[in-house]
């Protein structure tokens, strides 16, 4: 799977994309954070304030409750500051 | 959100400026087009302290996003075209970022659908922008507002839609 990362989440986990092999137990997004957080201080950081992480699965709005299910990618960013 | 709209719809995602004169002027009024209206939103300089706003973006996500409220607005107003071109990369003060364009029959439905459209824009469509201060020095990513957040979810409630 495909992971990216946008803004100041990019810049705190120092790589715009990384393609990672999903562990079995990984089902939502909020699954995937919580092991994100686990592979370093960098993640740690980023994601420590999920309040201020917005997700997406393949180009969609996603919860941290939405299951990954057959996704390609998956984003993380700060919430939209376009317009 | 999902669907394609009925109506004619021009999405740009783009570094280079626009001018929403001649964006206007391609919009060919139809038979039963009796109202356009058209929004752009500048680059403030914020008193002169900043030189530019610097915008990251979604590539894929932004034009699919955009393409899911425009498909809403014209399933909550009777549309006869849309437009929305939004830039990206750096973008000095006084350049245009966003226009809207929402074209109906009738002016009500064309000002809700523009105000909607951008109220939606700012808190679903992936945009991030950096403050570049007058000196050049990139500054701070610019925090999300509350305001927005409100602006957004005013249009919410399903009879909002007149």
Same mark, same amino acid.
């Given at each position: 799977?495909?992971?990216?990362?946008?803004?100041?989440?990019?810049?705190?986990?120092?790589?715009? $994309?990384?393609?990672?092999?999903?562990?079995?137990?990984?089902? =939502?997004?909020?699954?995937?954070?919580?092991?994100?957080?686990?592979?370093?201080?960098?993640?740690?950081?980023? @994601? $420590?304030?999920?309040?201020?992480?917005?997700?997406? /699965?393949?180009? #969609?709005?996603?919860? /941290?409750? #939405?299951?990954?299910?057959?996704?390609? $990618?998956?984003? @993380?960013?700060?919430?939209? =500051?376009?317009? | 959100?999902? *669907?394609?709209?009925?109506?004619?719809?021009?999405?740009? %995602?783009?570094?280079?400026?626009?001018?929403?004169?001649?964006?206007? +002027?391609?919009?060919?009024?139809?038979?039963?087009?009796?109202?356009?209206?058209?929004?752009? *939103?500048?680059?403030?300089?914020?008193? *002169?302290?900043?030189?530019?706003? &610097?915008?990251?973006?979604?590539?894929?996500?932004? &034009?699919?996003?955009? +393409?899911?409220?425009?498909?809403?607005?014209?399933?909550? !107003?009777?549309?006869?075209?849309?437009?929305?071109?939004?830039?990206?990369?750096?973008?000095?003060?006084?350049?245009?970022? %966003?226009?809207?364009?929402?074209?109906?029959?009738?002016?009500?439905?064309?000002?809700?659908?523009? +105000?909607?459209?951008?109220? !939606?824009?700012?808190?679903?469509?992936?945009? !991030?922008?950096?403050?570049?201060?007058?000196?050049?020095?990139? *500054?701070? !990513?610019? &925090? +999300?507002?509350?305001?927005?957040?409100?602006?957004?979810?005013?249009?919410?409630?399903?009879?909002?839609?007149?």
């Amino acid at each position: 799977m495909k992971v990216r990362y946008f803004a100041w989440l990019r810049e705190r986990v120092g790589r715009a $994309e990384e393609e990672i092999a999903l562990p079995p137990h990984i089902e =939502t997004v909020g699954d995937l954070v919580g092991w994100l957080k686990s592979r370093g201080p960098e993640f740690e950081g980023a @994601f $420590e304030n999920a309040a201020v992480v917005r997700a997406a /699965l393949d180009h #969609t709005h996603a919860s /941290l409750d #939405t299951r990954l299910g057959q996704a390609q $990618e998956v984003a @993380f960013f700060p919430p939209m =500051t376009g317009g | 959100m999902a *669907g394609q709209a009925s109506f004619p719809v021009s999405i740009r %995602v783009e570094e280079a400026p626009f001018d929403p004169t001649a964006e206007l +002027a391609r919009l060919s009024g139809a038979d039963d087009m009796g109202a356009v209206v058209s929004f752009t *939103g500048l680059c403030r300089g914020e008193g *002169g302290r900043l030189a530019a706003l &610097e915008l990251e973006h979604y590539p894929g996500m932004v &034009e699919a996003e955009l +393409a899911r409220l425009i498909a809403e607005a014209g399933r909550r !107003w009777p549309l006869l075209a849309v437009t929305v071109i939004h830039r990206h990369g750096r973008i000095a003060v006084g350049e245009p970022i %966003v226009l809207v364009i929402t074209a109906s029959a009738h002016r009500e439905a064309a000002f809700s659908a523009a +105000a909607f459209l951008m109220d !939606w824009l700012k808190t679903r469509a992936p945009f !991030w922008k950096r403050e570049i201060a007058a000196d050049g020095t990139p *500054g701070d !990513w610019i &925090e +999300a507002k509350a305001d927005d957040d409100a602006a957004a979810s005013r249009w919410d409630a399903p009879e909002a839609a007149q």
